[in-house]
Structures are given as structure tokens and as C-alpha cells.
């Protein structure tokens, strides 16, 4: 439907070597957006937009780690003129360093703040400036259904996830009369590399906590996401997209 197209515009995606942000990717170009792939992994980045370019999708990549915060206004500088003026951010790069509380290092909590949070207000703070000027925008972040209802071992990832949900209402308010929408997606449990490797038994049980009764997948949280940045939720804005699959209800 043309509700849902994505034409004329240009979205960046952090995290888009793999996963959410790959489908994600997929998805936009696939709705006719113009697409800037970000991540650390360069590589993988180029395999991912060769993909993208093959079926006729405009994609140019750009390596960057969003735990160095004084980098990234320059590092978006320097996008070519085709893919400078971003109309839709997707803030889907995440790490984790998993420990209970009394074993978590500093380290990994300042890590793990530093990008998941840190890194999605550095890089929202450059690009809103932009939309501002051009009296349009999409923000998107993926948080998480921890960030809803905590989890055990996951103090600092939950505590990351909660903030940008936080910080996408407290930003929501500030830019909306600028046409620019803020909402989060929170997905649950999705099929990834690191669910593919565990015991059939556990996989089962992990499956059986879900009222829907399987995982979700990559493309599930990439729908929302199309729904989200499109026309069709243009009166949007300061929501949390549960995609967890009755998971958290």
C-alpha cells in the first residue's frame, strides 16, 4: 500500500550489520527508502548493502561505533550529498555484558550504558537538527522488553533499554510540533544466531513462556518498524511497540 512507502526518503539504521537492523534494512529499501547502513563491522556492513544493491536499493555504508560520542557529528558529516539529509533514524545498535549485580563490573554497566543509550542520544541530538530544518522526521528506537520488565543478570542492558524509552517521551514532547514523530519498538524473545544454538529442550521452554508460542523473528520487529516510519502512523508519536508475542502484557 502507498501508506506505507518510503519514497524520497533516507533512513539510517545503527546496528544494520546483522539481526534486527539487517531486516530492518531489508524492509525500508524494500518500501522505496534510500538507506544508510551503520555499524562497527564495515565488512559485514558492505556484504549486507551489496545484498541491498543488488535488488535495486540505494545503500551507502558507514562504519561507527556509538560509544565514541564525539565522533559521530563528524563521522555524519561527511555523508555523501545522496544520503546527507537523514529523514528517518533508527537507534537499533545494542550490546550486552551480562552479570548479576554483585559480580557486574563498572566497566561493562559503562559499557553497555555508553552504546545502548549514550550512543542512541549522540546520534539523535545530530540528526534532529536536520529534521528540524526540514519540518519532517521519523525517530525510532529499539529498547527492549527488559527495559519494560527487567531480567535477571541484565541490570545494565535493562537499565540502557528503560532509559530510551524515557528519553523517546521526553523528545517526543520537545519535537513535535516540528512534524517529527519519537516511538519506541520492544521486541521479546527473536530468533538470532545465539537462540539458534540452544538445546531443543530449552528452546521449547523459552517458547512456551511466549502466549503466542515461538519466537519472534527479525522481520516481525522490521514490519512495526516500516509501520512506524511510515504515513500511516503519522499521528504517532511517544509510544512503546510491545512486539514480544504476549510476552509481556
Not at 546527507?84 to 561493562?108: C, F, P, Y
Not at 523528545?171 to 530468533?191: D, K, Q
Not at 540452544?198 to 519466537?215: F, K, T, V
Amino acid at each position: 500500500m502507498s501508506l506505507f512507502r518510503l519514497d524520497g526518503k533516507t533512513a539510517l539504521i545503527t546496528g544494520a550489520s546483522q539481526g534486527i537492523g539487517e531486516a530492518i534494512s531489508r524492509r525500508f529499501g524494500g518500501q522505496g527508502a534510500r538507506l544508510v547502513l551503520a555499524a562497527r563491522t564495515v565488512d559485514k556492513l558492505e556484504a549486507v548493502a551489496e545484498s541491498l544493491r543488488g535488488l535495486g536499493i540505494e545503500a551507502h555504508v558507514v562504519g561507527l561505533d556509538l560509544s565514541a560520542h564525539a565522533a559521530i557529528a563528524e563521522r555524519l558529516r561527511e555523508l555523501p550529498e545522496p544520503f546527507a539529509n537523514i529523514d528517518i533514524l533508527v537507534n537499533n545498535a545494542g550490546i550486552t555484558r551480562d552479570s548479576l549485580l554483585v559480580r557486574m563490573k563498572q566497566e561493562h554497566w559503562d559499557q553497555v550504558v555508553a552504546t545502548n543509550l549514550t550512543g542512541a542520544f549522540a546520534i539523535t541530538r545530530a540528526l534532529a537538527k536536520g529534521m528540524m530544518r526540514r519540518r519532517w522526521g521519523r525517530i525510532i528506537s529499539v529498547s527492549s522488553v527488559v527495559g519494560l520488565m527487567g531480567n535477571a543478570g541484565q541490570a545494565n542492558y535493562a537499565a540502557a533499554k528503560a532509559g530510551l524509552i524515557g528519553f523517546s517521551k521526553s523528545i517526543a514532547r520537545e519535537l513535535a510540533s516540528r512534524n517529527i514523530t519519537v516511538n519506541v519498538i520492544a521486541p521479546g524473545y527473536i530468533e538470532t544466531s545465539m537462540t539458534e544454538k540452544l538445546p531443543e529442550a530449552a528452546a521449547n521452554e523459552l517458547a512456551d513462556s511466549i502466549p503466542l508460542g515461538r519466537l519472534g523473528s527479525p522481520d516481525d520487529v522490521a514490519t512495526a518498524a516500516v509501520y512506524l516510519a511510515s504515513e500511516a502512523a503519522g499521528y504517532v508519536t511517544g509510544e512503546v511497540l510491545n512486539v514480544s508475542g504476549g510476552l509481556y502484557i
